[in-house]
DNA sequence: GTCTATATCGAGATAGAC
DNA sequence: GTCTATCTCGATATAGAC
């Protein structure tokens, strides 16, 4: 009965696709809720809530509170590790940690609870998250050390400790969606908008790119998209 | 009487010494705790073993976890704003602005776990600082602020936005101690040692300078202690 | 002031009807 | 697959002996 093996396996698709939704909002709507208050801080009855969902539904799809936490953390880490692309030894220094710069603030905009799930996480000893740490991050790190590294030795950019650079780039950009709270304060705004964005951005380019001994002009050099400073 | 009211009053004074130290120890061993897993994920019988007391003693003391809480963020909130003494007019821009990155980083690494109690508590919103954030930090930005658009407006340093330099100041600085985790997986160390501590305290001080248009020889310009570059 | 024993509540997790 | 009702445990907090 050809008909109804279709009909059986639409049907296998359909629920298929229906549970990956469901899968995929659960894990959507608990990163805004432990972006809140933590790991420990975030109880099922509230993340039921914020899904929309009774708790018994959760636990029928990740079983635990822990399970669905590291859910939450993988669908985060592939932004980390793909914002380094543009830094690849052809691209001029300035040119691609502009782009590396730009593509982090982004992130810390579009993304903010991504951003402080992660920050938590590292915060509190990252137990969960040992094994990227020390592995995936280390390894890609370690690879784009070696092209600033290149850049130096040719005489490209100025001489600056490359894993250092990194962790203040990492810290500069992901403040303005960990510490957002402190910024708004600060600046007496109730957002932070396009304009407080436009000026971090800003702010951060400078620093980076004349620490390194390049100018904010040379950022467009060999570039052939619009100009944007 | 007056012997026996020596003795009451020796007494007392006793008891009140005891009584602050008792209070100190508390405080003290609790910020390390929360430290590890924050406000929600510190219970009141791992806050009794951090100050090897009975859980008993500890509500004697403070009554509850979070007045607990409170005691310890009060106790770390001067540090902050007090870093910022060297920035004041009469000082050379790079001598100042090198002064306070020192005081940042030495704080980060003395006192870690002051630090990620802060970051914390920013992190997840911020509900028992809300007073601090938007009166003394607010009113002590803006007060710095001045200063640095002072220097601006003489033509000793480059225009640069005072409150996004200060966003990166802090985040830079207070990555070493939040984010330690994340760092030590990356440079293979078991701990952030002399060397780490150096080697982030040049990048930051590098990139500030730099970026306001300012040298790293400029840092001891009018200075009459040691040369520490 | 100090500590043991305990009350009370809310958490994560599950059983079982639908 | 979905949800209501419930179990069990560990949390904060306190009562009351010493």
Not at 32 to 57: D, H, I, Q, V, Y
Request: hydrophobic share 45%.
């Amino acid at each position: 009965m050809p008909g109804k093996q279709a009909a059986a396996a639409e049907e296998t698709a359909n629920a298929g696709r229906i549970r990956r939704g469901q899968l995929l909002h659960i894990v959507e709507s608990a990163e805004r809720a432990f972006a809140e208050a933590g790991f420990a801080g975030t109880t099922m009855t509230r993340l039921a809530e914020a899904a929309g969902l009774p708790k018994a539904n959760l636990h029928y799809y990740f079983g635990t509170k822990e399970k669905l936490y590291r859910a939450v953390l993988e669908n985060i880490l592939t932004l980390w590790l793909d914002d380094m692309a543009p830094i690849v030894p052809e691209r001029a220094p300035a040119e691609a940690l502009g782009a590396y710069i730009r593509a982090k603030m982004g992130h810390s905009r579009a993304r903010p609870h991504a951003s402080k799930v992660f920050a938590s996480e590292i915060l509190h000893g990252a137990p969960h998250l040992r094994g990227f740490l020390t592995h995936e991050l280390r390894r890609r790190v370690a690879e784009k050390t070696r092209v600033i590294e290149h850049w130096i030795a040719r005489g490209r950019m100025a001489k600056v400790d490359p894993v250092h650079l990194f962790f203040a780039i990492w810290a500069m950009t992901q403040t303005y969606a960990d510490f957002d709270v402190q910024m708004r304060a600060v600046l007496g705004c109730a957002a932070l908008g396009t304009a407080e964005y436009e000026a971090g951005e800003q702010t951060v380019l400078r620093l980076v790119l004349h620490g390194c001994g390049l100018t904010t002009e040379d950022i467009n050099e060999g570039e052939q998209g619009p100009c944007r400073s």
